[in-house]
Every structure is written in structure tokens, then in C-alpha cells.
């Protein structure tokens, strides 16, 4: 099974409906992280959680919201979509306990606004 | 302030041919954390490898290789015989240590293609 899992891998939605992506880890890191992908740009922090009670905002928060529902789970919601949010997400998991804080990346969700 | 510039937007070579992927970064820190990823085709992302700026020491595994160049502020990526399963974009990476946060800075990516 995947260490990094990422639910759903597609979806299609209308502008101003509201979309969770969920992502899971059994990796055990306590940092997670949440990044889209657009072409041409790379990857861009969206939120960062280092921990349970710990959120912070990444570059492009704007649009975006968070939750850490434990250790293992990160959602990323957009509260009303809008077609510029159409982007390729991806979570990333890290240890810091093990001194490298290497990200390790799910399989990404495809997200296309309407 | 933290930057990465992947100027190589797409190469295209042979297979069998070498190529090298490059990666100029811009810091501040003194400890700093370089690293690369691959995307294939089917849009995971792939650790590939990471080096601190305390060890210059290139590294080689298997056909992979990378030149960390403090001096030109470079961390360039070098595929030796090239093979169609290589062909993937390319990410480089930079995180900073001393901000405390380890947040990454990505390139725009090189996308290779290896033509058989």
C-alpha cells in the first residue's frame, strides 16, 4: 500500500461548489503539506501543518482552507471554486525527527473547475 | 530571499545519449537542503535525492549523478545513457534550514524526453 494516499485522484466540479481533498499517511511524519501544480510554475505551498494544532499558511492560501484531523489525515478545502483553481494538488508528508525533513509525495489529485 | 531557476524548460534527446539537467539556486543560509524529484508521465512525484550544503561530495547511483557547486550556487542532475523510461519532468529544490520551517522553493522543472 502506498505510504502517501490522496482521495479523490480525479474530479470535476462547477465554480462556487465547495471540494475537500483528502490526503492520508501511514509514514507516521508529523509534518504534512499541501502544494498544487500548474504548467510552467511548479509546485507552490498552499498550507503547511507541523503538527496536530499547528497550521500555517503557504504562498497561495487565498481560496484555501485546512484541517488536521489527526497525525495521519490533512484535507485541503475550497470553499467556492473557481475555475483558476483548476491545478494539479499534491500532499507531501516529512519527519524532521529524522534531520533531513525530506518531503515525500501522494499520487496528487486532478482538479478541474468548470 | 530563496530561489530556484531551472532554465532548461524542455531537452530532448537520444536514447544512449547523456544529458544533464541544471539547477541554480539563490540563498542567504549557510544550511540549506538541495534536492531533486521526477515526475513520469503518470503525475507522481519521486524522491530522487537530497544534499546538504555541508557535503560537496557529487554523488552517483546507477546512471544518476549530481554536481553540487557551492560556488556557482548549482546542483546539476546528470543521466548517463539515457533510456526512454527516463523521460519525465524534472524538479529541483531548495529548503532552507535556519528559517526553522524547511519549506521547499521548487523550480519550474525541465521536462526530458528520451527518443528511442
Known amino acids: 500500500d502506498a505510504d502517501v494516499t490522496q482521495t479523490p485522484r480525479n474530479r470535476i466540479t462547477k465554480t462556487g461548489k465547495r471540494i475537500m481533498l483528502e490526503c492520508s499517511q501511514t509514514k507516521g511524519h508529523d509534518r504534512m503539506y499541501w502544494y498544487r501544480q500548474d504548467p510552467g510554475l511548479g509546485l507552490r505551498l498552499i498550507y503547511y501543518s507541523f503538527d496536530v494544532k499547528d497550521i500555517n499558511k503557504g504562498e497561495i492560501s487565498d481560496g484555501y482552507s485546512v484541517s488536521r484531523q489527526a497525525q495521519a489525515k490533512f484535507s485541503l478545502s475550497l470553499e467556492s471554486a473557481i475555475p483558476n483553481q483548476t491545478a494539479l494538488y499534491f500532499c507531501a508528508t516529512s519527519d524532521l525527527q529524522t534531520g533531513t525533513d525530506t518531503q515525500y509525495f501522494g499520487p496528487g489529485t486532478r482538479l478541474t473547475v468548470l | 530571499a530563496q530561489k530556484v531557476t531551472q532554465a532548461q524548460t524542455e531537452i530532448s534527446v537520444v536514447e544512449k545519449e547523456d544529458v544533464t539537467l541544471d539547477c541554480v539556486y539563490e540563498?542567504?543560509?549557510?544550511?540549506?537542503?538541495l534536492f531533486w524529484y521526477k515526475q513520469p508521465p503518470s503525475g507522481e512525484l519521486v524522491f530522487l535525492i537530497r544534499?546538504?550544503?555541508?557535503?560537496?561530495q557529487n554523488e552517483i547511483s546507477g546512471r544518476y549523478s549530481w554536481n553540487f557547486q557551492k560556488s556557482t550556487s548549482s546542483f546539476n542532475f546528470t543521466i548517463t545513457a539515457s533510456q526512454v523510461v527516463d523521460s519525465a519532468v524534472y524538479f529541483c529544490a531548495l529548503s532552507e534550514a535556519t528559517s526553522g520551517t524547511y519549506k521547499y522553493i521548487f523550480g519550474t522543472g525541465t521536462r526530458l524526453k528520451v527518443l528511442a
Open positions: 540563498t542567504r543560509d549557510t544550511t540549506y537542503y
Open positions: 544534499r546538504n550544503s555541508f557535503d560537496e
